[in-house]
């Protein structure tokens, strides 16, 4: 065994430092009291390795004795104190409500099909299954897709405008290969993030130290990765480039088709040190996604035993669905002494989209024999409907987001002010043509049919618009964080947000608070300054406990998509959402079998006001345009993970959550009407995850992670214009994604080949999406009988697929 403390340059136990063994792969995090623990090979040197935050040890450890342990402690040459305040890691964000801090690196041997969001899934708080595993689109805690702020080192990130259904995004923006970690906040969050009602998802490039490089190959694309420093340590860069295809996963839909999804992106990071208080730092990304499709046929099987339909579709046609994101940002920081400090930052942001299809097709709905005993069981029993459809859409969009901001921080004995200015500039341009025509008994539901047009062919749906906006956005903030109360560690947040956009004039001002205290704040004071062996074991063995509150306005001014109404037109009137949160944290550290451990739980109540209804067509949101909603979401989320198997960690989620909203609404009679209470588009009410990780005990270079997600049945609503009705209810989502891996070779190999002598790790993953082959629904398609009765044909997201993926490290 070696085993030891890991402590800072003044002597302060550190909690949750990163520790590895390099020849093996094990890795661990320190204790509560800064202590690690690791079972090595005897009478065989290696290498250990320690990381926090952006500094980093390297300890050559030589051979251990047969049943011996030696004491290694790791002493950072860095301070991780300010003036009294800890200012770690894990202690900045243990003081926020709701933040999570997740470590890309430690994700990398799950089994996924979308991206790094596939994964915030399971770990994050409050996140419902929605969108689908292709989609890097996620619901928190009641809000849609549009309601959550992405980061990357400070530049917002927008989703794409036009995008119908998850298999056309191709790979979300975050390239975890460069990630050095992530914060995520389901709510109550702080002043300084911006202006959007659900989340934040803040993502910060590694700072290379030395030579790296990563190279992956599966049956979906390649990437690849390579980031170094120069020997003066005044210049570093960090480079990725991915490439995805999708079409082994398509081959699953119900949709059988030529599929030719492809999509890529390049991005780097440059950061030069001009001074020693003065850095220089250029993130760039260029990115394109091209979907095409051409449809051939769908067999679609429904309902239930007793009553079993199939709907088939004879396609003709193709979809081209593209876009190219180009994004550049360029921040400069100066820190004129350890106490202040000033950034400039400033980024382009443009996206340029095409949406062309024309698809025609002819179907038939059927009844299946149910009868088990007949021959023809499961085969068609007679025609209950069929028809013909023509979708076409025409559709062109180029945006332009300019911003250019200045932040700053002043450190105080007990307090830390932060200040930011901003302004953006956005420019949109789109061209709209769309129009959809059914005949017979109708492929969807019409409702503008003229009976007096009886030689004119009537559109189903039509809608052509030229839009261009242009406007500007002033932002603002102000924040103080400080120590009210030393004996119990009682800190406080508070903080003003003001936001001012010229398309309506309107400015909104978001006064946001919280608080944070340790009711055993003695035992953790015991913890920081007892150096070894004086702690009993008995003490060791209490709970840490953090307790929290936040509370806030969160607005989210109109962007393009809310202002659109179904018909193409602008709402120029169009006011900001709102949203009031109230949330109640704790989360604890632990140790139990001599690991650490974290137990988070929050229990959130939002009211909601001047709200925009909209419904949701597979990962599509289309918006009223009108403040005529308002309502609630309240509920509870609970996480656990440590390292349940010695070396590895892993994550058990639990969420319940309810949200509802009343709908103002002109009836028939030209009279204004309040709905009843009717469920959200994202109202899930239990949402169950797993992320878990195992290894043999005996042969560590066998690897299994198991990812299981549940998610209750949530609401569907088929007609936009009426949306003030209840709509249907989509089945639950069940899913599970197993993968098996095996180091081939590492450090510690024996007969390593001599042209691998610098590769630090190379593994080989088998991984099976949809263990279980289940059907989910994303969305439905409606289809009417001769009768004229309605039915609702699913559309089911990928089903089981085998990848094989190859790692290799430097």
Wanted: proline share 3%; net charge positive; hydrophobic share 35%.
């Amino acid at each position: 065994m070696v085993s030891g403390i890991v402590l800072d340059k003044d002597k302060t136990p550190i909690v949750s430092a990163f520790l590895k063994i390099k020849e093996t792969g094990k890795v661990t995090l320190s204790s509560i009291s800064g202590r690690y623990s690791f079972e090595v090979e005897a009478n065989k040197s290696f290498t250990l390795l320690a990381s926090y935050g952006e500094s980093n040890i390297v300890r050559s450890v030589p051979p251990i004795k047969l049943g011996a342990t030696k004491v290694v402690d790791l002493i950072f040459e860095k301070s991780f104190t300010l003036k009294g305040a800890t200012v770690t890691a894990e202690g900045l964000t243990r003081t926020l409500p709701s933040v999570i801090r997740i470590e890309p690196k430690k994700l990398v041997r799950f089994a996924n099909t979308g991206g790094f969001e596939q994964n915030l899934k399971q770990i994050g708080l409050g996140i419902s299954t929605g969108g689908g595993e292709l989609s890097s689109g996620y619901s928190v805690r009641g809000g849609n897709f549009d309601e959550n702020l992405v980061y990357i080192n400070d530049i917002e990130i927008y989703r794409p405008f036009l995008v119908r259904s998850g298999q056309q995004e191709g790979l979300s923006v975050i390239n975890s290969d460069l990630v050095d970690y992530v914060d995520f906040s389901a709510g109550g969050f702080q002043a300084k993030y911006g202006d959007k009602l659900s989340s934040v998802l803040d993502i910060k490039y590694r700072d290379p130290d030395s030579f790296a490089s990563t190279a992956q190959l599966s049956l979906l694309g390649a990437n690849l990765h390579f980031e170094n420093r120069s020997k003066n340590k005044r210049f570093s860069y960090l480079f990725g480039a991915r490439y995805r295809s999708n079409q082994y996963l398509l081959g699953s839909l119900d949709v059988q088709g030529d599929y030719k999804p492809r999509f890529y992106d390049v991005q780097a990071l440059l950061k030069y040190r001009l001074r020693s208080d003065l850095t220089i730092s250029y993130l760039s990304s260029i990115s394109q996604n091209k979907y095409i499709v051409a449809p051939q046929s769908r067999t679609t099987s429904f309902g239930n035993v007793n009553s079993a339909l199939s709907l088939y579709i004879a396609f003709g046609g193709q979809e081209l669905m593209q876009y190219t994101t180009i994004m550049n940002g360029l921040n400069l920081t100066y820190r004129p002494n350890p106490n202040l400090k000033f950034s400039l930052n400033t980024s382009a942001y443009n996206t340029t989209e095409r949406e062309h299809f024309t698809v025609e097709g002819a179907y038939r709905l059927s009844e299946l024999e149910t009868n088990l005993g007949s021959e023809d069981f499961a085969n068609e029993k007679r025609v209950l409907g069929f028809g013909y459809f023509i979708d076409h859409a025409r559709n062109d969009l180029n945006a332009n987001v300019y911003t250019a901001s200045h932040k700053g921080a002043f450190f105080g004995k007990k307090s830390k002010w932060e200040w930011g200015l901003g302004y953006t500039n956005e420019s949109i341009s789109d061209k709209l043509k769309e129009w959809r025509y059914n005949d017979s008994s109708g492929y969807n539901i019409s409702t503008t049919i003229d009976t007096s047009l009886t030689n004119q062919i009537v559109l189903d749906e039509f809608l052509k618009a030229k839009i261009n906006i242009s406007s500007y956005r002033l932002k603002a903030f102000v924040q103080n964080t400080r120590t009210l109360d030393t004996a119990t560690d009682f800190k406080a947040n508070f903080g003003v947000r003001a936001n001012y956009w010229s398309f309506n004039e309107e400015n909104v001002i978001s006064p946001r608070l919280q608080f944070s205290f340790k009711p055993n704040k003695k035992f953790n004071d015991a913890l920081k300054y007892s150096a070894q062996d004086s702690i009993s074991k008995d003490t060791l063995k209490k709970k840490d406990w953090l307790l929290k509150f936040a509370s806030g306005y969160y607005y989210q001014p109109p962007f393009y998509r809310e202002l659109r109404d179904l018909n193409g037109q602008i709402n120029q009137e169009l006011l900001a959402q709102k949203s009031i949160h109230f949330v109640f944290g704790a989360d604890m550290n632990f140790e139990a079998w001599g690991r650490p451990f974290k137990f988070v739980s929050e229990l959130y109540y939002k009211h909601l006001d001047r709200m925009v209804p909209y419904v949701v067509d597979n990962v599509r949101i289309r918006y009223l345009a009108e403040n005529s909603s308002q309502g609630y979401a309240t509920g509870i989320d609970t996480r656990v993970n440590g390292e349940f198997i010695q070396g590895v960690e892993s994550w058990f989620n639990v969420s319940l959550m309810q949200t509802k909203e009343r709908l103002y609404y002109t009836d028939e009679n030209g009279i204004e009407q309040l709905s009843e209470w009717l469920k959200r588009p994202t109202d899930q009410r239990v949402n169950f995850s797993i992320l878990f990780q195992d290894e043999l005990p005996n042969n560590p270079s066998y690897k299994m992670n198991l990812g299981l997600v549940y998610g209750s049945k949530m609401p569907f609503f088929f007609d936009a214009e009426n949306r003030q009705n209840q709509g249907f209810r989509i089945p639950a989502y069940r899913r599970v994604d197993i993968g098996f891996s095996k180091v081939l070779y590492d450090k510690d190999s024996e007969n390593r080949p001599l042209y691998l002598k610098n590769v630090e790790s190379l593994w080989l993953s088998l991984e099976i999406f949809n263990l279980l082959e289940v059907n989910n629904t994303i969305s439905y398609v409606l289809v009417k009988d001769f009768q004229n009765n309605v039915f609702g044909v699913p559309n089911y997201l990928t089903g089981r697929r085998i990848n094989l993926r190859f790692v290799m490290k430097i």
